[in-house]
């Protein structure tokens, strides 16, 4: 009698969807229980642009149209439409060939090639763990600010704070001289973060490793550093935790601080299955 209720609840649903014409996105099915939009679900269930899934003890695949596919770890919940998936709670892996974004906590983390298949994870005290497994992904902010680009084993964490008035900045890099423009490109911890940089005498730093202080701001949507500080990197470096610290680049609405902190050379775990 139990079954035929959920049968019937998930037939209610689906033709709830169809009367307003909406089409499937996608499908989804779970070891277990599952919710799609707020009804309980055993085994397998139609998804639509919008749809709400929430896992519990099982975990969840999901499988959009074309060809991206996501399981949601235990105790997630994450809202699907066409081309992402906003995490709200827990842990996706994603693995697709396009476009599709994987969103957290205002962060937009996208497959920067073909085959490519990370996790992403939301942390306590608002930080969002990035992890490649293969392939690589691009982590930006809001704006579209490029944060970090994730390479396979790694794994960066982008922990979000309120504050961050003024702008600051600080990192380890190389400097480099394109088009007119002076690059930092930060390493080892977070990599290939590439920023621009202005200030006095930086001709004198091109080809070097250096730590650079600043402030930053926004200009036509790019990221600019001023530097206040900047020299040559040597025995005595900057801290992990200090390597790579964006602050006053907005999230959502707020203000916000933005740090990405590598974890260099440790094992990425896929979403629990």
């Not at 205002?106 to 293969?134: D, H, I, Q, Y």
């Not at 504050?163 to 911890?189: K, Q």
């Not at 900047?230 to 005595?236: H, K, R, T």
Request: aromatic share 4%.
């Amino acid at each position: 009698m139990l079954k035929k209720l959920q049968i019937v609840t998930v037939l209610m649903c689906m033709l709830s969807y169809a009367a307003a014409g909406t089409v499937s996105i996608g499908t989804a099915s779970a070891r277990g229980d599952m919710r799609v939009d707020s009804y309980m679900v055993k085994g397998n269930a139609t998804l639509f642009d919008g749809s709400v899934v929430e896992t519990g003890q099982a975990t969840a695949d999901l499988r959009m149209n074309k060809g991206t596919e996501i399981t949601m770890s235990t105790s997630s919940r994450g809202t699907l439409y066409r081309d992402r998936l906003v995490l709200q709670r827990g842990e996706s892996e994603l693995a697709a060939n396009s476009s599709f974004q994987l969103e957290a906590n205002g962060l937009r983390v996208t497959p920067n090639e073909p085959n490519s298949r990370g996790v992403v994870s939301m942390k306590a005290k608002s930080t969002v763990e990035v992890a490649a497994l293969t392939g690589s992904f691009g982590v930006t902010n809001d704006q579209g600010v490029l944060l970090a680009s994730v390479r396979p084993g790694q794994t960066i964490s982008f922990a979000m704070q309120a504050g961050g008035t003024p702008t600051s900045f600080s990192g380890t890099g190389v400097v480099s001289f394109e088009d007119g423009h002076y690059i930092l490109t930060t390493s080892p911890t977070p990599p290939n973060v590439r920023v621009e940089i202005t200030g006095k005498n930086l001709r004198n730093f091109v080809g070097k490793k250096v730590n650079v202080s600043g402030t930053t701001q926004m200009v036509a949507g790019k990221l600019i550093v001023s530097v206040t500080s900047i020299g040559i990197n040597g025995a005595v470096g900057m801290s992990a935790a200090s390597v790579l610290m964006i602050s006053g680049v907005g999230v959502g609405t707020a203000s916000a601080v933005a740090v990405a902190i590598n974890k260099v050379n440790q094992s990425s775990t896929p979403a629990s299955r």
